[in-house]
């Protein structure tokens, strides 16, 4: 071999290794970007007000207008106004104290700071369960009102009288996932830059769908409008609406400690998520309860081009039908981290427009029933809800109280026999139990498809009580199994401890 | 050098930044008994007003 050529071997060699290092620093910062790893001070760049446009936006989305028109099912406007607010003050106030501190106060990802509380395969569990199977349904329903909005305008530009509940649905649901699927794989600065139109939009909209509604109606007929398929007994209507409120309130859990932990401090992350969602929620989801009590139909996809005319109406349906899809990316987002965190080699391993696609599929599937999804709407939401006011109960029970807030951070990232959270295999088996006791208790106290009741469901509704089930559990079981016998890492020094209180 | 070595470095240099930088940095900050109490306090009453509201 020349010289030359050994030179231009050389350089080649030199050239690959260049190219080999760029793929690995690519491949950490995508994973900085979209893994576990914990976020340092400067890369926490939300303060209260960024975080409450966040929750904000994702609370005024469309899902909020079928909260209220499902809430008017039972209960009439003044008391849907009170259970919305009944519900989602304390199902929020829950969720946040099961999800945004913890994250917050470590900067790391919700799912893998709940590696403390249900171990490494624990939140595997939970993670393949109760979040996936969540998410899945609320990414299908953006999808699906996708559909209904696109079929209506197609139905009233062109005159093609598809059917609202029909295949045309599925085909335009598709169509939306797939363009979720497209932002999603492009990250959360594609997402937030998406939401920075999106929310002050929606805002606007929703103002205008309250007018157009007010002006060919009236207050005192909204006031005196009867539920549209309420229970006899008026208690009951009234525990199940704010039952249902709670468990919308609680289906934010999923996605709220992952965007928390960029937050800078513990009240900016607090109070933000919980009035954010609250605010956000009660202005869209009273215009979904007066627009189901006067024209019949919560979702706007039904009604806004008879109220706003066939141009308004129009344009408001496109808006609204893409802003589900940001909804949408923004809601995948947290699951497809926690499924990257939790599938292990397996799943980790996949790209990330990859991973995206495998959790989009199964909402995808589920669009193929849009009928079927859009009427099963509150049994999921109450379902989803009993299984997460369990976990939230065993989260603030070992967080709050049996931690006091102090996790050792490197044993998040630890694995193997040393492991300080190694609990039993990888399962805390004291959470494990406690949320299944608690679950069974919440399906026992009211059971969601049946629609019985236990006579306790009138006045205490099945989360709250749930909730003081789980974490009296929790503190029992958890004591007898790990603490007294030195095991997860309870009771060490706070290596925050300077950092103080906020 | 492949991604999960680079990955392993990246991961202990940001908690060794974490231990040594942020420990006493107000981020890091615990809540406060008296936030959480206040949280508490605005969240029962907004409840007990609402499920006033509701019995009446």
New interface residues.
């Given amino acids: 071999m020349s010289g030359s050529a050994r030179g231009r071997t050389s350089e080649s060699a030199a050239e690959l290794t260049e190219t080999q290092a760029v793929r690995v620093e690519a491949a950490v910062a995508e994973e900085a970007t979209f893994g576990s790893l914990p976020l340092t001070k400067s890369e926490r760049t939300w303060r209260a007000a960024d975080f409450s446009w966040v929750t904000l936006s994702l609370a005024i989305a469309t899902w909020a207008f079928l909260t209220g028109g499902s809430t008017v099912l039972l209960v009439g406007f003044g008391d849907g106004i009170a259970a919305m607010l009944l519900g989602n003050t304390l199902g929020l106030a829950i969720m946040v104290l099961g999800s945004v501190l913890l994250s917050q106060r470590l900067g790391v990802e919700q799912y893998r700071a709940l590696k403390s509380v249900f171990g490494a395969v624990g939140v595997a569990i939970v993670v393949f369960t109760v979040v996936l199977v969540t998410e899945m349904g609320w990414s299908s329903l953006l999808g699906i009102m996708f559909g209904r909005a696109f079929t209506e305008i197609s139905n009233q530009a062109f005159g093609t009288g598809f059917d609202v509940e029909g295949p045309v649905v599925t085909v335009f649901a598709l169509a939306a996932i797939l363009a979720g699927w497209f932002l999603l794989s492009r990250g959360p600065v594609a997402i937030s830059k998406l939401n920075r139109f999106v929310a002050p939009g929606l805002l606007v909209i929703v103002a205008l769908m309250m007018v157009l509604l007010m002006s060919q109606h009236s207050w005192t007929d909204l006031f005196a409008a009867e539920p549209l398929a309420p229970f006899e007994d008026e208690t009951l209507n009234f525990a199940m609406a704010v039952e249902f409120n709670l468990g919308a309130g609680l289906s934010w859990w999923p996605v709220m400690g992952t965007l928390a932990r960029l937050t800078r401090g513990p009240k900016a992350a607090l109070w933000p998520a919980y009035g954010g969602i609250f605010i956000g929620t009660v202005v869209a989801q009273i215009v979904g309860m007066a627009a189901a009590l006067m024209l019949g139909a919560a979702d706007p996809t039904a009604w806004m081009v008879p109220l706003g005319g066939p141009v308004l109406g129009i344009l408001t349906l496109l808006f609204v039908g893409f802003a589900n899809v940001t909804s949408m990316a923004s809601i995948a987002y947290s699951t497809v981290l926690a499924i990257k965190q939790s599938s292990g080699r397996v799943l980790a391993r996949l790209r990330w427009p990859a991973l995206c696609a495998v959790f989009l599929f199964f909402p995808a599937v589920l669009a193929l029933f849009p009928s079927f999804m859009y009427g099963q709407f509150m049994t999921f939401v109450v379902i989803s809800g009993a299984f997460i006011a369990a976990i939230c109960g065993v989260i603030i029970a070992d967080y709050l109280i049996l931690r006091r807030q102090n996790v050792p951070m490197r044993a998040l990232y630890a694995s193997g026999p040393e492991d300080p959270l190694r609990f039993t295999g990888g399962v805390n088996l004291a959470a494990m139990l406690s949320v299944a006791v608690a679950s069974i208790f919440y399906l026992w106290v009211y059971n969601p498809i049946t629609l019985e009741t236990l006579p306790i469901f009138r006045y205490a509704t099945a989360t709250v009580p749930t909730v003081v089930i789980a974490i009296a559990v929790y503190l029992t079981l958890n004591w007898l199994l790990y603490v007294r016998r030195g095991r997860g890492a309870y009771g060490q020094t706070d290596p925050f401890a300077a950092a103080g209180r906020k | 050098?492949?991604?999960d070595t680079?990955?392993a470095e990246?991961?202990e240099r940001?908690?060794t930044?974490?231990?040594t930088?942020?420990?006493?940095?107000?981020?890091?900050?615990?809540?406060?008994?008296g936030?959480l109490a206040l949280?508490?306090g605005v969240?029962g009453v907004?409840?007990v007003?609402?499920?006033i509201?509701?019995a009446l």
């Fill in positions: 050098m492949n991604a680079r990955l990246e991961l940001r908690l930044h974490i231990d930088h942020e420990a006493g940095d107000p981020v890091h900050a615990k809540l406060g008994g936030s949280f508490l969240v907004i409840a007003g609402s499920w509201a509701g």
